[in-house]
């Protein structure tokens, strides 16, 4: 009897201390010290009040524990990730990830984005780098919250682009929605009218193989309304704006001696370098193939016109039968299809290409490009159709997508796509 007694006083008083013990570790160890990084737009005083938010929180193991494995807690959405090291048991370092910004719209007050379309940041303050949303229809913005578009459609727009913008390594200035929905990015001095929302992902990337093409003052409209991936012409209309840049004197001194031996040079060969001439150029299309650069009539002076780099290896006769045929329309003009870069008599290669597209349709696979929802509601490129089914550039099925009964991609929003042409059928 005694002996049960004994034990269950030892066993009390082990209990006891135990949670003495704990209660001493919650008191004593208590973050008092707390360095942040990687932070940019958010305060390390801000960081520190959306982590630790109560009592249990503030215990520097606690905290460590909660986090270790890079959990971001609800009331810091504006992270992408975060880890915190003890440093002593009354220090911590917590380095963060903020999420990135990818547009904003303007409303008086500046409301800033991110990738999924949450609402991160509402503030007086420009960033640089991040394009403007405009003409679209909004709602009141809320933090955290979705922007608040007319349709859902058109916020998936607006993502969709940004995504294909980014991939391509472009930084637009603006994205302008009209009042037909049609689509204008500006980047820099150029004006790309992209059109509907249809063919994204060929127009960004024509978009793109044309740009690097062009000087940093190149100025002008890119009309890439009609672009489908195919053979289309892509047209470009210089603008009659002189574009000044701020040079030092010793910039300026060597260009004007460049542009005296370039007046020199014109009036040897009788052509003006200071017009642009009428160009043609090849494009790409969802396959890849890379663009050439453009044809120009000048070629002939295009060592003295800074046109030789942008000719893509074309000599200047067939630069004068360029010029011959398009010089009077007063537009530079491009075309999106593919094999068209080694020069224009090279109508072999088309022929090559369209027995290889037949080839694969017999096949019931594709090599075309295509760009669909998976079950996630996320955006997948470079998809195509192996042995009936719908697979990414790893070879990985993308659950939520099926081909139907007429060979149709159908992906998870129910669109549906020919594997042959990357065309929307719906």
């Known amino acids: 009897m005694r002996s049960k007694r004994k034990r269950r006083f030892k066993n009390f008083f082990l209990l006891l201390a ?8 919650l008191l004593i160890l208590r973050v008092r010290k707390l360095t942040v990084s990687g932070n940019s737009r958010y305060s390390a005083e801000t960081i520190k009040d959306d982590l630790i938010t109560d009592f249990l929180s503030g215990n520097t193991l606690i905290l460590w524990w909660t986090h270790k494995d890079g959990t971001v807690p609800d009331t810091m959405p504006y992270l992408e990730s975060l880890k915190i090291e003890i440093k002593s048991p009354f220090s911590v370092t917590v380095k963060v990830t903020e999420k990135e910004l990818v547009g904003y719209f303007d409303t ?10 949450i609402v991160l940041d509402i503030t007086d303050e420009l960033y640089d780098g991040i394009p403007v949303i405009t003409g679209a229809t909004v709602g009141e913005f809320t933090l955290y919250q979705k922007v ?3 349709s859902s459609s058109t916020l998936r727009t607006i993502l969709s682009l940004l995504e294909l913008l980014e991939y391509q390594d472009l930084t637009a200035d603006e994205i302008r929605f009209s009042d037909n929905s049609e689509i204008t990015v500006y980047i820099g001095y150029i004006e790309a009218e992209l059109g509907q929302d249809e063919y994204l992902e060929e127009k960004v990337a024509n978009l793109k193989a044309i740009l690097d093409t062009f000087t940093s003052t190149t100025a002008g409209t890119l009309h890439l309304e009609n ?21 030092t004197e010793e910039t300026q001194e060597q260009e004007s001696e460049t542009d005296s031996s370039a007046a020199e040079s014109s009036d040897t060969a009788g052509t003006d370098t200071g017009t642009t001439d009428t160009s043609t150029l090849s494009g790409i299309t969802t396959d890849g193939s890379a663009v050439s650069g453009p044809t120009s009539s000048g070629q002939e002076d295009s060592t003295s016109s800074g046109q030789s780099d942008r000719t893509g290896g074309t000599t200047s006769d067939e630069g004068d039968s ?10 530079d003009s491009y075309s999106s299809s593919p094999d068209q870069g080694e020069g224009s008599d090279d109508t072999s290669s088309d022929s090559d290409g369209t027995a ?7 096949d019931g696979e594709s090599d075309v490009d295509l760009m669909v929802f998976n079950s996630s509601g996320e955006l997948v490129y470079h998809v195509h159709v192996r042995d009936g089914l719908v697979v990414d ?10 081909v139907n009964e007429d060979g149709y991609v159908v992906d998870a929003y129910w669109n549906i796509i020919d594997p042959a ?6």
């Open 393 to 402: 550039a790893y070879g990985n099925e993308v659950p939520g997508c099926s």
């Open 421 to 426: 042409t990357g065309e929307l059928m719906n």
């Open 322 to 331: 360029s010029d011959d045929t398009t010089s009077d329309e007063g537009e």
């Open 356 to 362: 290889n597209d037949s080839d694969d349709s017999d």
């Open 227 to 247: 672009v489908t991936g195919k053979n289309e012409d892509i047209t470009f209309s210089p603008s009659d704006e002189v574009i000044i840049e701020t040079e």
């Open 108 to 117: 008086g007050s500046y409301a800033y984005f991110d990738t999924d379309g």
């Open 18 to 25: 135990v949670v003495l013990i704990l209660l001493a570790g």
């Open 148 to 150: 608040p578009t007319e």
